[in-house]
């Protein structure tokens, strides 16, 4: 407006001066060049729109000016949303990403994205897979039958057809519109230690019940007996009984210590060579002169931990090792360095063990000959407890046997918790 109120002023002017013809042409004149003038900037703004990547808008003047800067600083704000929608996409496919647990961004029934847990839980791509069908992709009857039902108010769980072993848990989640996440985590473990929970219940109710039924069995039979003698004999059975479940009480509380109880500290210092000796004389005197029992402990080094502990867990190795191996056999104790650090081997001349047993015989309960074990007065909890303490000091069970040769358990330790100590050999 006020560009084309000074063509006026400059027209009337003319006008005053060379009369009304040439004031009206010096308006036309004007006016032409203020619209050629508009239309240039308005061209030039064209261009710089549609270039888009330009830094800075061509300039003008006046209005145009106020225009260009207020467009620039427009693009500059919308470029700025731009990016910080970017990076938020960005970080939260990054989280999504790192989730343990898979998830699948479903379009309709088409596959939009999905995480790398969801790729190695039902075997998709999210490259190659995008915008195919799921159902097309998971074979799995139960997840397609809930997917297809439309009642996703509680998760499901399947078994992978490429995985005997494997459980996944999955639930669907509808957003949108015509959108669902299809959400799966692997519960393989809980299964397990469910499993392995109802197993140790089942174990420990039978391994109480069979005392048990001795007790009750000889109690009604003592009432009767008039036999003195015979009475003795009833009650010298039932205590074996009872001295039978005291040692099963007693190691599934060991057990339930070692498993609740924080680490044990590095303060404590176990000296290697008394603890030897204390181990071989319960070992002379579990064998009572029936097994050859010779000590080697001469590496010069001790370890920072619970010294119950490890005197529990070495003590169950040597029992063991004594209670396995025939009259006349050797069991030798050794305590020694190692290149990583040290370790205690308990070596017999025994019945050894068939490598097939040899995985599971850390399992609470478990046992190579169910008779032989309850012959010989063991709870099946022994090397459980020797596990969960060599554990909590950061070493490692290693076992070979060959059956009717013998059988080598090895205590792995290593790290801090090897120390310098004194050494001994007889």
């Not at 996703?152 to 509808?174: D, F, G, H, K, N």
């Not at 190692?338 to 081997?345: C, I, K, N, Q, S």
Request: glycine content about 8%.
């Amino acid at each position: 407006m006020i560009a084309l109120a000074v063509c006026a002023a400059i027209a009337l002017g003319v006008g005053a001066f060379a009369g009304a013809d040439w004031g009206w042409i010096a308006f036309s004149v004007l006016l032409v060049a203020l619209l050629l003038y508009h239309l240039r900037n308005l061209h030039a703004i064209g261009r710089w729109l549609e270039r888009g990547e330009a830094p800075d808008p061509p300039r003008a003047f006046g209005v145009w000016d106020r225009f260009h800067a207020l467009l620039h600083r427009s693009r500059r704000e919308a470029a700025k949303r731009e990016a910080d929608l970017a990076e938020a996409l960005a970080r939260w496919r990054a989280a999504a990403r790192a989730l343990p647990d898979g998830v699948v961004i479903l379009d309709g029934d088409r596959i939009a994205w999905c995480n790398d847990t969801a790729r190695h839980h039902l075997e998709i791509d999210p490259a190659r897979d995008a915008g195919t069908p799921l159902t097309h992709l998971v074979r799995i009857p139960e997840f397609l039958e809930y997917l297809e039902g439309g009642d996703y108010s509680q998760p499901i769980q399947v078994q992978p057809p490429y995985s005997a072993e494997r459980v996944l848990s999955m639930q669907v989640v509808s957003y949108g519109e015509g959108q669902r996440l299809v959400l799966s985590r692997d519960v393989t473990q809980f299964k397990q230690v469910e499993r392995m929970r109802r197993e140790f219940v089942a174990n420990v109710s039978h391994e109480l019940r069979t005392p048990l039924t001795v007790i009750s069995g000889f109690l009604e039979t003592v009432a009767d007996e008039k036999d003195p003698a015979a009475a003795r004999h009833y009650v010298e059975l039932m205590s074996e009984q009872a001295k039978r479940m005291q040692r099963l009480v007693e190691d599934l509380l060991t057990l339930s210590s070692l498993e609740s109880s924080p680490p044990p500290p590095l303060e404590e210092r176990i000296e290697m060579r008394p603890l030897l000796e204390r181990l071989g004389a319960e070992a002379r005197a579990l064998s009572a002169g029936r097994h050859r029992i010779s000590i080697d402990s001469d590496s010069g080094v001790d370890l920072l931990g619970s010294e119950k502990e490890i005197t529990s867990a070495f003590g169950n190795l040597v029992s063991n090792a004594i209670r396995y191996t025939p009259a006349g056999g050797e069991v030798r104790l050794k305590w020694h360095g190692t290149p990583d650090g040290a370790a205690f081997d308990v070596e017999d001349t025994g019945i050894g063990i068939p490598a097939e047993h040899i995985p599971r015989l850390t399992e609470r309960f478990y046992r190579v000959d169910r008779g032989r074990s309850r012959e010989t007065g063991g709870t099946g909890l022994g090397l459980a407890i020797v596990k969960h303490a060599l554990g909590r000091h950061g070493a490692a069970l290693q076992i070979t046997s060959t059956p009717n040769e013998g059988s080598r358990f090895s205590a792995r330790f290593s790290g801090p918790r090897v120390t310098a100590g004194a050494s001994t050999r007889h």
